[in-house]
């Protein structure tokens, strides 16, 4: 974590396009600030302490900003991203081959974090970094193709052109459907954040290895429906545009629970 300030200024100040990574930019802060929405009072004040005045959005993004540093000091967290499963024929199945596999990743470090945040051995530093790749791999966890297959790296080698313009899967989720909208991150939130109390805790129910196959399930409906070299257009927005949307919000409002329960 050495230097890691320094690092930050430095890595924000970088204008690549990060759209290969998750959500995108926008992406991450529509989920980001409806989970602000709906931290309860404590977890509100804690995140207070950690961050400062700062929101949950202007961290959502860097865990992908930090994918350019070039000392190598990030790149144990490259596989934390992400979880690759083949399509599996239920809940069950796909639970046993989530905890069948080896290493770190979208599944394992999501527990990871939520223990260091709430170690008391953990230092003011290292539990802002946590927090920052806790909010940012909850948003990941709700973006379908980040629980993908690894013959195609979640659909980054699924080759398809959107609105003439060559692409992949994978970028066309992490961005290209959420930015079509034309929305500001804190104009999408609002629009979408608007689920009765009764819903909000529907949808915040269940376990992370729930979420995960309901993340994987849509992945499997996104492959059926998007070969490669496919065209995608007005058509292919219609299609999955309420899908998106769907995610961003539960991607919040689960993000808010997790949060939430880490400082209960």
């Known amino acids: 974590m050495k230097k890691l300030w320094v690092k930050v200024l430095m890595l924000l100040s970088i204008s690549t396009s990060i759209y ?69 024929t239920d809940f069950k199945a796909f639970e046993e081959n989530l905890k069948a596999q080896a290493g770190p990743s979208l599944y394992t470090q999501i527990g990871v974090l939520s223990s260091q945040i709430k170690s008391d ?38 080759n398809v052109t959107y609105f ?18 034309k929305y500001s991150y804190t104009e999408y939130a609002k629009l979408l954040d608007i689920k009765t109390k009764d819903e909000v805790k529907a949808i915040q129910a269940g376990t992370l290895e729930d979420w995960l196959y309901d993340s994987h399930k849509i992945a499997n409906e996104i492959y059926a429906a998007t070969p490669n070299d496919s065209k995608l257009g007005y058509d292919y927005q219609y299609q999955f545009n309420e899908v998106m949307e769907r995610q961003l919000l539960y991607g919040g409002l689960r993000l808010a629970k997790v949060l939430n329960d880490v400082f209960d």
């Open 121 to 158: 051995k953990t230092s003011e530093k290292d539990r802002k970094i946590a927090l920052i790749f806790l909010i940012h791999l909850l948003g990941d966890l709700a973006q379908p193709m980040h629980t993908g297959r690894s013959e195609d790296l979640g659909g980054n080698k699924i």
């Open 164 to 181: 003439g313009e060559k692409s992949n899967l994978h970028s066309v989720w992490d961005g290209k459907l959420v930015d079509s909208q």
């Open 20 to 88: 290969s990574y998750a959500w995108g930019l926008a992406g991450h802060r529509i989920i980001a600030e409806i989970a602000e929405n709906h931290l309860d009072g404590r977890a509100r004040r804690q995140i207070k302490k950690i961050m400062g005045q700062e929101r949950l959005a202007y961290w959502a993004n860097w865990p992908d900003f930090i994918k350019s540093d070039k000392t190598g000091m990030w790149k144990e967290a490259s596989s934390w991203h992400y979880v690759n499963i083949d399509p599996q």
